[in-house]
Antibody, heavy 122, light 110 residues
Framework: QLQLQESGPGLVKPSETLSLTCTVSGGSISSSTYYWGWIRQPPGKGMEWIGS???????YYNPSLKSRVTISVDTSKNQFSLKLSSVTAADTAVYYCARHATTVATDWFDPWGQGTLVTVSS | QSALTQPASVSGSPGQSITISCTGTSSDVGGYNYVSWYQQHPGKAPKLMIYDVSKRPSGVSNRFSGSKSGNTASLTISGLQAEDEADYYCCSYAGSSTWVFGGGTKLTVL
């Protein structure tokens, strides 16, 4: 059973860089044809897609965050990571990682990690 | 790229049917058959309930169904049960390798 788990600091200072890692277990990032995505949910608000990455390193980013986001993959560790620079209080959210199926035939996010709350505060 | 529009809340009694709408534009919901729906219980990870507008993943109850008309997608839950009380989010492909979510709908089972 595929499982994803987010990890990283729960508190980040304004203007600094938020860094999170998603560890995949029960399956290999490099042996699949899926993308791997990051989605966030500010407290009490809806969800926002941040970006997705393929095992080759090919990435898709949300245009509204593209200038501050970097997503990378480490197939040897079965992990993918998110870096969001120049954070402000508006970046406070629960950050989720998820497997992202996106082909000409289908499109969905599943499963998701449990999520990790990142608070931006001095 | 704006968030898809969902009603903030819907409610229904056990056994009834409810429908949650998800309104976008011709650039997202109306332009592609790539709408998915997620159920999220408090403090839990979202769970895929419907994908590609109307397909149901293995293990998801057939009480859940999806449809689309023009720029609006809908999630219908029939035979409402207490365990269905949760937040529901829609998501659509928005072209140019981007995706957009809805603001979420809180379902209350009365």
């Amino acid at each position: 059973q595929l499982q994803l788990q987010e990890s990283g600091p729960g508190l980040v200072k304004p203007s600094e860089t938020l860094s999170l890692t998603c560890t995949v277990s029960g399956g290999s990032i490099s042996s699949s044809t899926y993308y791997w995505g990051w989605i966030r949910q500010p407290p009490g608000k809806g969800m926002e897609w941040i970006g997705s990455i393929y095992q080759s390193g090919s990435t898709y980013y949300n245009p509204s965050l593209k200038s501050r986001v970097t997503i990378s993959v480490d197939t040897s560790k079965n992990q993918f990571s998110l870096k969001l620079s120049s954070v402000t209080a508006a970046d406070t959210a629960v950050y989720y990682c998820a497997r992202h199926a996106t082909t000409v035939a289908t499109d969905w996010f599943d499963p998701w990690g449990q999520g990790t709350l990142v608070t931006v505060s001095s | 790229q704006s968030a898809l529009t969902q009603p903030a809340s819907v409610s229904g009694s056990p056994g009834q049917s409810i429908t949650i709408s998800c309104t976008g534009t011709s650039s997202d919901v109306g332009g592609y058959n790539y709408v998915s729906w997620y159920q999220q219980h408090p403090g839990k990870a979202p769970k895929l309930m419907i994908y590609d507008v109307s397909k149901r993943p293995s293990g998801v109850s057939n009480r859940f169904s999806g449809s689309k008309s023009g720029n609006t997608a809908s999630l219908t839950i029939s035979g409402l049960q207490a365990e269905d009380e949760a937040d529901y989010y829609c998501c659509s492909y928005a072209g140019s390798s981007t995706w957009v979510f809805g603001g979420g709908t809180k379902l209350t089972v009365l």
